[in-house]
């Protein structure tokens, strides 16, 4: 990965809230309309990620013909989209709510239509209001020890819901 973003090396350790759903269980949406993980999303992404160990939120899903950008390959946006998705799942494991600041791309190889991908989302760290987080999204059917199509990285920063949304929530 050929990345210039600067992950601190002065990051405070992430802690899991105690009350998060177990390890193993299926990450909530944030918001049934969202994009990324919304069930009721009409033409979303419908991301259904598990909580796993270390902070790592992890999903799996199909390129659709719809999510081509150039010829037979993904688009890089839906690419960005879902980095941003399964950090912000993988954020969850905290109990905060934290919105994406930074966002953090590095397309590694084409990503043809028809793959299956293995995303990867983990909280890094933490530092005052910012969470750090990566992602990474391979090939599925390539192997445990395939080195990733793309990968990426966040800053995340919490804030209070209510009022982050107070204009905007219908
Ligand atoms: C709800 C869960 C959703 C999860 C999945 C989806 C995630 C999303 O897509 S969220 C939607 C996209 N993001 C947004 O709409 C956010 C828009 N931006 C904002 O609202 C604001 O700029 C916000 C909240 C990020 C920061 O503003 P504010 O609350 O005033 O924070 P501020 O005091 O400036 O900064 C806090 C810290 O973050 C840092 N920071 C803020 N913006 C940046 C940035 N762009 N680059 C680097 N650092 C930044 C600041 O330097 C500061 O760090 P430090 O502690 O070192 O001083």
């Keep these: 990965m050929k990345t210039t973003f600067v992950v601190p090396d002065d990051l405070e350790p992430a802690r899991r809230d105690p009350a998060a759903p177990a390890i193993g269980e ?6 049934p309309r969202c ?39 993904i688009h890089g946006g839906i690419v960005s989209t879902l980095f941003d998705e399964m950090m912000g799942l993988a954020n969850v494991h905290l109990g905060v709510v934290a919105v994406t600041a930074v966002l953090d791309v590095d397309y590694a190889r084409p990503i043809p239509v028809g793959t299956t991908l293995r995303l990867v989302g983990r909280v890094l760290g933490r530092q005052r209001r910012k969470v750090y987080s990566a992602v990474e999204a391979f090939d ?25 949304f107070a204009a905007t929530r219908p």
């Design 26 to 31: 299926a990450v909530p949406p944030h918001n």
């Design 35 to 73: 994009h990324g993980c919304g069930p009721d999303a009409e033409n979303g992404l419908h991301l259904r990620a598990v909580f796993g160990e270390n902070l790592t939120a992890t999903a799996t899903l199909v390129v659709e013909p719809r999510f081509e950008g150039g010829p037979g390959v």
């Design 140 to 164: 599925d059917a390539a192997g445990p020890d395939a080195e990733p199509l793309a990968a990426g990285h966040g800053i995340f920063v919490v804030v209070d819901p209510r009022a982050h």
